[in-house]
C-alpha cells in the first residue's frame, strides 16, 4: 500500500516512531541503516580520457580519422619510394580530428551538470525535528525516514512525508508538479485510489517544494533517492543520449561513400595487376605504385573535410542562434532543432507567463478589462484582506493569488486616480483582527477600521462567500453564470463580501466570529488565471503550418489543461486531452496506437512525460522537449532537442537541456526551428558540391587508369583541387542564407537519407557531364592546347568546373540560381577571390605547381567550356518547371 494511502497509526508503526516524542537516537540509526541517507547518490563521473574517445568515436570522426591514416600511409609509401610526399595534407587531416573533438569535449562537457544544480537544491539546512522527545534542529542530510518534521510558513521540505497534522498548510509544487497554483495540504485527507497523481496527494509533502502558508507535523516516508526528487535525479544521471537524426544521417552517408571508395580502389588495382601481368609480368615497383594509386582513390572518394564543415559550419550557427535568444549549449541541436516534427512543451512557464493574473472580474456587471475597476469594496478588501508583497521589481512575495489580486489593484484606473497604493491603503487603515485562510473554512475574514467604520471583509470560494450573503436567487443566478463561463476558461474565481460591524468589540469570540459573516453584501468576483504568453498564439499556428504536431504535457488537471488547449486549437475530434492515470497501466503497444490522437495529457508526472519522449522516437519522430521545472529534467535530456526556459527555468532543466531560450518565449523555438532547417539544408548544399567533386575526380581518376592515361594531376594541384573542395569555397555553402518557403516544408524525416534522390541524380548528372567534358578534353584536345598547355589546361578546366559548380549546389531544388544570387555576399567574395588565385597560380606560379601560364584566348575558352555546367543545370530546372505547371 502507498504511504499515501495508509492509517496514519499504521504508517507509523511500520517505520517504528512515534508522533509525540519522534525516533530515538537508535531507532534513528536502525531506519538509516534500512532505508538510506538523506543525500542523493552520484554515479562516478567520466573521465576526461574517456569523454574524448566518446567524442572520437562518432562516425564522422571516425571516417575522418581513416582518412588521415590512409593519407598517412600513402604519403609514406611516396616518401619511401622517392616520388612526391605532401605530409601538410595529413597534418590538416589530424587539424580537424582534433578540432572536432575539443569542441565536442568543450561544448558537452557540462551534461553532467544537471544532476549537480538538483543536488543543490538539497543542500544542507537546519530542520526543526522531534528526536527522543524534544524538538531540535537538525541538518537535512541528518534526516532518516520515520523522523517527526515541525514545518511553517517559509521552510523548505526536506524529505518526502505523510502529514499528521495541519493547519492552513499550502505547499508550492510548481517545481515537481507544474502546477502554478500552490497546492492546498490536509492531514486528514483520505486518499484510496493508488493511481492519484502526485499534485492530488493532499496529505502527502515533498523533498525540495516550499511551504507557503500554514505549519503542519509531519512524518518522513522516503530519503535521498527514494524521494520524488530522487528518482529524477536517477533518470539524469542513468540516461544515456542516443545519436541525433543528423549523426545518423551522416554515418549512412559515411559508410556508404567508404564501401563505394574501397570497391572502385580494388577494381582499379586488380585491373592493373591484370594488365602488367598481361603486357609484361609483375614488378614491385609497378604493384607498388597501383597500390598507392587505388589508395590516393580512396582518398579522393572519403569526404574527408566534411566533418570540419559540420563543426565549423554548426559552430557559426550557435553565434547566429544566440543572437535570437536562442543559448545552444549542444553544439549539434543547433541542426537537429531543425528536424523536430513532435514538440512536447509544459504548460506553466513555458505556454504561460508562470504568473498568476486576474484576467476578469464582476462588481455589478462583467469586466474582461481589469483595469476598469471602480468599486472601492473590492479594493478595501483586495488591499486590507491580503497578507501577500510584491516588491519593487515585481517579484511575487507571499501567496501567488493574492499578489495576483495586488498587482490588479495597481494596475487599475482607481489606482491612478487615488494615487494610493496598496501599501498606502494599508497604513491608512487599521486592521483590528484577521481569521486566515485555511481548507476548512475556504475563506479569510479580515476586520478592519475604514473612515471610523469597522468593517468585515471576507474573501473565498464562490459557494462560501454565497452562503455569507443576503442575496435574491435571481441575482445569484445571473453571477453564477459569469463563474461558470470563468471556470470554463480554467480561472480560478475569488469572490468578495463586506459587512459593517456595529459596537461589535470582541472580534476573536467564536459567537460573534459567526455573526460577522452572516447577512454581508456581496460585491462581486475576481477570475485568476496564468495567462498564456502574447506571442504563444503565432508560434503555435507557425508550428502547425511547419507540419509540427504539438502536445502538452502538463502537471495541471484535466480542466485547466483543456482550458489551454481549447484556447490555441490544439484539440478536436481527433487530438483528445486524458490524464496520466488514464494511460499509465497501458502497454508500449496499446499508447504507442494512442500517442498520434493524444494532444494534451494532463497531471503529467516525469515518468509518463519520459516513456512518452522514448516511445514517440520509436516511431522516427524527432522530438523537442520544452520545460522549465526539476520534473521536466528527464524528459528535457532524453529528448532529441531538450529546449529550458532560461528566465523562469530552473537551474536542473537547464543543465538538463540543448538549447536554453533566453527569454522564455514559445516563439524563439519556432525562430530556432527555421534556423536548424536552414543549416541541415546548408549541409546538402556542402555535401551536394563535395560529393559531385569526389564523383568527378573518382571518374576522371578511374577512367585514366583504365584508358592507361597519365595521371592527370600532380599532387600539389590535388592539394589545391582538395582546398577548394573542402575550404573557403565550400564552407560559404553552408553560410546561405534562410530562405522564406523554409517553415512552408513539412519536416525532415529521422528515416530519410541526408543525401535525397534528387541530390543523387543531380549528383550523378553533373559529376557526370564534368567527367566526359574533361576526358574529351584530355583525349580529343577539342580546346586546342598545345602538347606542353594540356596540363595546365585539365587543371584549370577542373578547377573551374567545380567553382561554377558550386553555385548550382546553392539551390536544391528546381530554383533558378539567380532568384537568390546575390543573398550568400560572402560566398561570392570567396569565389571571385578564388579565381583570381587560380589565375596567380597559372600565370605566375607554374615553377611550384607544374604548370605555364595560359593566353587570353585559351583562359575565354576554359571559362566558357566551365560555365556550361551552369547553363545545362539551369535548362534542365527551366525543363522541370514546364513539366510541373
Same mark, same amino acid.
Given at each position: ?5 495508509e ?16 525516533? &530515538?537516537t ?23 580520457? *574517456?569523454?574524448?574517445?566518446?567524442a ?14 590512409i593519407?598517412?600511409? #600513402? ?7 622517392g ?7 595529413c597534418?590538416?587531416? %589530424?587539424?580537424?580530428i582534433?578540432?572536432s573533438?575539443i569542441?565536442? #569535449?568543450?561544448?558537452?562537457g ?17 530542520? /526543526? ?25 517559509g ?22 508538479t ?13 486518499i ?19 511551504i ?8 518522513v ?16 544521471t ?5 545519436? &541525433?537524426p543528423?549523426?545518423?544521417? +551522416? ?5 556508404t561513400?567508404t564501401?563505394l ?22 614488378? =614491385? ?15 579522393? !572518394?572519403v569526404?574527408?573535410? +566534411?566533418?570540419?564543415?559540420?563543426a ?7 553565434i ?11 553544439m ?7 528536424c ?6 509544459? *504548460? ?9 493574473? #486576474? ?20 479594493v ?9 508583497d ?9 501567496n ?5 489580486m495586488?498587482?490588479?489593484y495597481?494596475?487599475?484606473?482607481i489606482?491612478? *486616480? ?9 497604513s ?28 468585515s471583509y ?83 499556428k ?10 502538452i504535457l502538463?502537471g ?5 489543461a483543456?482550458?489551454?488547449?481549447n484556447?490555441l ?6 487530438h483528445?486531452?486524458?490524464?496520466a ?5 497501458f ?14 495529457i ?20 524527432v522530438v !523537442? ?10 524528459a ?12 523562469s ?31 541541415y539544408?546548408n =549541409? ?15 571518374i576522371?581518376?578511374f ?15 590535388? +592539394? ?5 573542395m ?5 564552407? &560559404? ?12 516544408? @513539412? ?10 534522390? !534528387?541530390?543523387?541524380?543531380r ?10 567534358? %574533361? ?15 594540356? @596540363? ?30 546575390? /543573398?550568400?555576399?560572402i560566398?561570392l567574395?570567396?569565389i ?6 587560380q ?10 605547381f607544374g ?16 560555365f ?18
Amino acid at each position: 500500500m502507498k504511504e499515501f494511502m495508509e492509517n496514519q497509526e499504521d504508517l507509523i508503526c511500520r517505520l517504528n516512531t512515534n508522533s509525540s516524542v519522534g525516533l &530515538t537516537t537508535q531507532q534513528a540509526a536502525q531506519n538509516q541503516a534500512k532505508y538510506g541517507s538523506n543525500t542523493l547518490t552520484r554515479e562516478k563521473p567520466e573521465s576526461l580520457v *574517456k569523454r574524448i574517445l566518446g567524442a572520437a568515436s562518432e562516425p564522422m570522426i571516425l571516417m575522418l580519422v581513416m582518412a588521415g591514416v590512409i593519407a598517412l600511409i #600513402v604519403n609514406i609509401i611516396r616518401a619511401s619510394t622517392g616520388g612526391e610526399a605532401d605530409f601538410l595534407e595529413c597534418v590538416g587531416i %589530424f587539424a580537424a580530428i582534433s578540432l572536432s573533438v575539443i569542441i565536442t #569535449v568543450v561544448m558537452e562537457g557540462k551534461s553532467a551538470k544537471a544532476f549537480e544544480a538538483l543536488s543543490k537544491i538539497s543542500e544542507d539546512t537546519m530542520i /526543526k525535528v522531534l528526536r527522543n522527545g524534544d524538538t531540535v534542529m537538525l541538518g537535512q542530510k541528518e534526516l532518516v525516514v520515520g523522523d517527526i518534521l515541525l514545518l511553517s510558513t517559509g521552510d523548505k521540505i526536506p524529505a518526502d512525508g505523510r502529514l499528521l497534522e495541519s493547519m492552513g498548510l499550502a505547499a508550492d509544487e510548481s517545481a515537481l508538479t507544474g502546477e502554478s497554483v500552490p497546492a492546498k495540504k490536509d492531514a486528514v485527507s483520505i486518499i484510496t485510489d493508488e493511481k492519484t497523481p502526485l499534485a492530488e496527494r493532499y496529505n502527502m509533502l515533498y523533498s525540495g517544494n516550499y511551504i507557503t502558508s500554514g505549519y503542519c507535523k509531519m512524518v518522513v516516508t522516503a530519503v535521498g533517492d527514494s524521494t520524488e526528487f530522487g528518482k529524477i535525479a536517477a533518470e539524469l544521471t542513468k540516461t544515456v543520449r542516443a545519436s &541525433t537524426p543528423l549523426q545518423e544521417k +551522416l554515418a549512412r552517408l559515411g559508410k556508404t561513400i567508404t564501401i563505394l571508395g574501397v570497391i572502385a580502389a580494388a577494381i582499379v588495382f586488380i585491373t592493373e595487376i591484370i594488365s602488367f601481368a598481361i603486357s609484361g609480368g609483375l614488378v =614491385f615497383e609497378e604493384v607498388l605504385e597501383a597500390f598507392v594509386t587505388s589508395i590516393v582513390l580512396i582518398v579522393a !572518394a572519403v569526404p574527408e573535410g +566534411l566533418p570540419t564543415i559540420v563543426a565549423v559550419s554548426l559552430s557559426i550557427n550557435i553565434i547566429k542562434l544566440s543572437s535570437q535568444n536562442a543559448l545552444v549549449k549542444k553544439m549539434i541541436a543547433s541542426e537537429t532543432v531543425g528536424c523536430i516534427n513532435v514538440i512536447c512543451s509544459d *504548460k506553466t512557464g513555458t505556454l504561460t507567463e508562470n504568473k498568476m493574473t #486576474v484576467s476578469a472580474f464582476y462588481d455589478s456587471k462583467w469586466h474582461e478589462k481589469p483595469s476598469e475597476l471602480s468599486s472601492n469594496w473590492i479594493v478595501h478588501n483586495v488591499c486590507l484582506n491580503t497578507t501577500a508583497d510584491i516588491s519593487q521589481d515585481g517579484t511575487f512575495i507571499g501567496n501567488p493569488t493574492e499578489c495576483a489580486m495586488l498587482n490588479f489593484y495597481e494596475s487599475s484606473d482607481i489606482r491612478k *486616480k487615488s494615487g494610493k497604493s496598496y501599501k498606502d491603503e494599508r497604513s491608512d487603515h487599521d486592521v483590528l483582527h484577521a481569521f486566515p485562510f485555511s481548507s476548512e473554512l475556504k475563506h479569510m475574514t479580515t476586520i478592519s477600521k475604514v473612515d471610523g467604520k469597522i468593517i468585515s471583509y471576507v474573501k473565498g470560494s464562490p459557494e462560501c462567500v454565497f452562503s455569507m450573503c443576503d442575496i435574491s436567487d435571481s441575482k445569484r443566478s445571473v453571477i453564477e453564470q459569469y463563474i461558470t463561463k470563468a471556470q470554463k476558461k480554467a480561472m480560478r474565481v475569488i469572490a468578495f463580501a463586506h459587512k459593517e460591524l456595529n459596537g461589535m468589540r470582541d472580534y476573536e469570540d467564536q459567537r460573534n466570529h459567526v455573526e460577522m459573516e452572516t447577512n454581508m453584501v456581496f460585491d462581486g468576483f475576481v477570475a485568476i488565471s496564468d495567462p498564456l504568453r502574447a506571442d504563444v498564439y503565432e508560434a503555435v499556428k507557425n508550428c502547425r503550418l511547419a507540419g509540427i504536431d504539438l502536445k502538452i504535457l502538463t502537471g495541471d488537471n484535466i480542466v485547466t489543461a483543456t482550458a489551454i488547449a481549447n484556447e490555441l486549437n490544439v484539440l478536436s475530434k481527433d487530438h483528445i486531452a486524458v490524464e496520466a492515470k488514464d494511460i499509465a497501466d497501458f502497454s508500449d503497444d496499446e499508447l504507442l496506437k494512442m500517442l498520434p490522437k493524444i494532444s494534451v495529457i494532463a497531471r503529467s508526472t516525469p515518468t509518463i512525460k519520459m516513456r512518452v519522449v522514448k516511445l514517440l522516437k520509436t516511431q522516427g519522430n524527432v522530438v !523537442a522537449v520544452t520545460g522549465d521545472g526539476i520534473n521536466d529534467a528527464p524528459a528535457l535530456k532524453n529528448a532529441d532537442v531538450g529546449i529550458a526556459m532560461g528566465i523562469s527555468g530552473t537551474e536542473v532543466s537547464k543543465e538538463a537541456s540543448d538549447i536554453v531560450l533566453l527569454d522564455d518565449s514559445f516563439s524563439t523555438i519556432v525562430k530556432a526551428i527555421a534556423w536548424g532547417r536552414g543549416i541541415y539544408e546548408n =549541409f546538402k548544399r556542402f555535401i551536394q558540391f563535395q560529393l559531385t567533386v569526389n564523383v568527378s575526380s573518382v571518374i576522371v581518376v578511374f577512367t585514366s587508369i583504365i584508358l592507361g592515361l597519365k595521371a592527370p594531376f600532380t599532387a600539389l594541384q590535388l +592539394l589545391w583541387i582538395n582546398i577548394i573542395m573542402d575550404g573557403p569555397p565550400a564552407l &560559404t555553402l553552408g553560410l546561405e542564407p534562410i530562405y522564406d518557403d523554409l517553415m512552408s516544408r @513539412p519536416p525532415t524525416k529521422r528515416s530519410d537519407n541526408i543525401v535525397s534522390k !534528387a541530390m543523387l541524380i543531380r549528383i550523378g548528372l553533373t559529376g557526370a557531364y564534368i567527367s566526359i567534358i %574533361f576526358l574529351c578534353q584530355y583525349t580529343f584536345n577539342f580546346l586546342g592546347a598545345t602538347t606542353e598547355q594540356m @596540363p595546365t589546361v585539365l587543371f584549370t578546366l577542373f578547377a573551374l568546373f567545380q567553382l561554377f559548380n558550386s553555385f548550382n549546389c546553392r539551390e536544391l531544388h528546381s530554383v533558378s540560381i539567380f532568384n537568390h544570387l546575390l /543573398k550568400n555576399k560572402i560566398m561570392l567574395l570567396v569565389i571571385t577571390v578564388t579565381f583570381i588565385l587560380q589565375i596567380l597560380i597559372i600565370q605566375f606560379a607554374g615553377a611550384f605547381f607544374g604548370t605555364i601560364p595560359l593566353d587570353l584566348i585559351m583562359w575565354l575558352k576554359i571559362f566558357g567550356v566551365s560555365f556550361s555546367v551552369i547553363l545545362i543545370s539551369e535548362f534542365v530546372k527551366l525543363m522541370w518547371r514546364r513539366i510541373k505547371e
